[in-house]
């Protein structure tokens, strides 16, 4: 069975830092794309990044580029984000989610860990 | 980049209706569009890809059309499991945007 758990959401202020983890089992970790998408409170769902299998391809959305990187480590079967720079509008409840082959669709969801951005 | 729209955003129907969101693409996608299901308080699920594949295990009820800028998810019969807000997604490119959604209920 395909589980993604993520872990490392909490409280930061403004201008902070915060990594987040999923952990990945029940399939070839290292054969699949992943990625982090998120939803604020109420709101709808918006793309977050995206790294290919071997980590040669990395993807962000403007409204993170240059503020998060994402990561991986096949040996580990885990995908990380390093969120810096902190802002209000990132809070949201982050989702590790994986593609299926040739597609940049989002097949598995994890349940998500929320980051919450405030003083 | 492309922009996603959905229309309606919202909208209130009755069992066994058949129900129809839009999505649009401000630009051609060919067919490179998901459709996911979101209920309330739970994670999203992918339902079709490819604008009309239908993901494994996905109710018969279930079914997308179109091609590269306009495309539907039809529920041909609404049930009261299908209570959720539906959001679409291109993925020919980075970046992939999602629609707004729209927010699906019983009447």
């Known amino acids: 069975e395909v589980q993604l758990v993520e872990s490392g959401g909490g409280l930061v202020k403004p201008g902070g830092s915060l990594r987040l983890s999923c952990a990945a089992s029940?399939?070839?970790?290292?054969?699949?794309?992943m990625n982090w998408v998120r939803q604020a409170p109420g709101k709808g769902l918006e793309w977050v990044s995206s790294i290919s299998s071997s980590s040669s391809y990395i993807y962000y959305a403007d409204s993170v580029k240059g503020r998060f990187t994402i990561s991986r480590d096949n040996a580990k079967n885990s995908l990380y984000l390093q969120m810096n720079s902190l802002r209000a509008e990132d809070t949201a409840v982050y989702y590790c989610a994986r593609c299926p082959p040739r597609a940049a669709t989002f097949d598995y969801w994890g349940q998500g860990t929320l980051v919450t951005v405030s003083s | 980049d492309i922009q996603m729209t959905q229309s309606p955003s919202s909208l209130s129907a009755s069992v066994g209706d058949r129900v129809t969101i839009t999505c649009r693409a401000s630009q051609g996608i060919s067919n490179y569009l998901a459709w996911y299901q979101q209920k309330p308080g739970k994670v999203p699920k992918l339902l079709i890809y490819?604008?009309?594949t239908l993901q494994s295990g996905v109710p018969s009820r279930f079914s997308g059309s179109g091609s590269g800028t306009d495309f539907t998810l039809t529920i041909s019969s609404l049930q009261p499991e299908d209570v959720a807000t539906y959001y679409c997604?291109?993925?020919?490119?980075?970046?992939?945007?999602f629609g707004p959604g729209t927010k699906v209920d019983i009447k």
């Open positions: 997604q291109k993925y020919n490119s980075a970046p992939f945007t």
């Open positions: 490819a604008a009309s």
């Open positions: 029940g399939f070839t970790f290292s054969s699949y794309s």
